[in-house]
C-alpha cells in the first residue's frame, strides 16, 4: 500500500527557534502533499498544499512566511515553522496524493511542543 | 465549501455492524464523497470513497442515496481496533482536491 512518514514524530523546542518536518512518500511518487494541523479536540485544518516543483499554496489566514514549505522532489515535501512561539504547538500533519488519485495517504503525525 | 453533517459520537458492539450515517445536501454532481478514519494521536487512515454507486472494499462499504444527499459508512463487523473517529469528507474537484474536514463521529466499541 501508500507509505507516507514523518520526521520527528515529536519535537519539543524553545519559543524562537525553527522547526523542520519532513515527510515523504515511501513507495509511491507524491505529485501533490498537503499539510495539516490539528489542536486538541478538533479537526483536521488544512494549512497548505504543495505541488511538486512549484511554489506551496497557503489557505486563508496561514502565513507562509512563518510556515515554509519545500516540495522538493516527488517524495519529499518539508514544513519549516519559523520563529516558534507556545501558539504553534500543535499535531502537524502531511498526506501524499498520486496523480490522478482520489485518495490521499497521511503520515503519521509530528507533535510539536514549543516551551 | 461544500459540507457534511455527522453525529457527534456513536457506540457500538464488538463483532456488530455499525452504520455510520453522513448528510451532505450541498453535494454536487462532480464531487467524491470520502471517508477516513483517525485513531488518537495518529495521522488519518483511508477508509473509502465513491461517487454515485455503492462500494466496497476490505475495510467497509460505502452506500450512496439515490439523490446523493446522504450516504453511511457500514463496518460489518466492528472490532476494538476499529475505535476512532470517522470523518465523511466532500472532495469537491473544482477545488484543487482539497479535503475540508468537518469534526466526525467518534465511535466506540464495546467489548
Known amino acids: 500500500g501508500a507509505v507516507v512518514s514523518q520526521h520527528p514524530s515529536r519535537v519539543i523546542c524553545k519559543s524562537g527557534t525553527s522547526v523542520k518536518i519532513e515527510c515523504r512518500s515511501l513507495?509511491?511518487?507524491?505529485?501533490?502533499m498537503f499539510w495539516y494541523r490539528q489542536f486538541p479536540k478538533q479537526s483536521l485544518m488544512l494549512m497548505a498544499t504543495s505541488n511538486e516543483g512549484s511554489k506551496a499554496t497557503y489557505e486563508q489566514g496561514v502565513e507562509k512566511d512563518k510556515f515554509l514549505i519545500n516540495h522538493a522532489s516527488l517524495t519529499l515535501s518539508t514544513l519549516t515553522v519559523t520563529s516558534a512561539h507556545p501558539e504553534d504547538s500543535s499535531f502537524y500533519i502531511c498526506s501524499a496524493s498520486r496523480t490522478g488519485a482520489n485518495e490521499q495517504f497521511f503520515g503519521p503525525g509530528t507533535r510539536l511542543t514549543v516551551l | 465549501d461544500a459540507k457534511t453533517t455527522q453525529p457527534n459520537s456513536m457506540e457500538s458492539n464488538e463483532e456488530e455492524p455499525v452504520h455510520l450515517p453522513c448528510n451532505h445536501s450541498?453535494?454536487?454532481?462532480?464531487?467524491?464523497i470520502h471517508w477516513y478514519r483517525q485513531l488518537p494521536s495518529q495521522g488519518p487512515e483511508y477508509v473509502i470513497h465513491?461517487?454515485?454507486?455503492?462500494v466496497n472494499n476490505r475495510m467497509a462499504s460505502l452506500a450512496i442515496a439515490e439523490d446523493r444527499k446522504s450516504s453511511t459508512l457500514i463496518l460489518h463487523r466492528a472490532t476494538l481496533r476499529d475505535a476512532a473517529v470517522y470523518y465523511c469528507i466532500l472532495r469537491v474537484k473544482s477545488n484543487n482536491r482539497k479535503l475540508i474536514w468537518g469534526l466526525g463521529t467518534s465511535l466506540a466499541v464495546n467489548p
Open positions: 513507495d509511491f511518487q507524491a505529485t501533490t
Open positions: 450541498t453535494i454536487s454532481g462532480t464531487d467524491y
Open positions: 465513491g461517487l454515485t454507486s455503492n
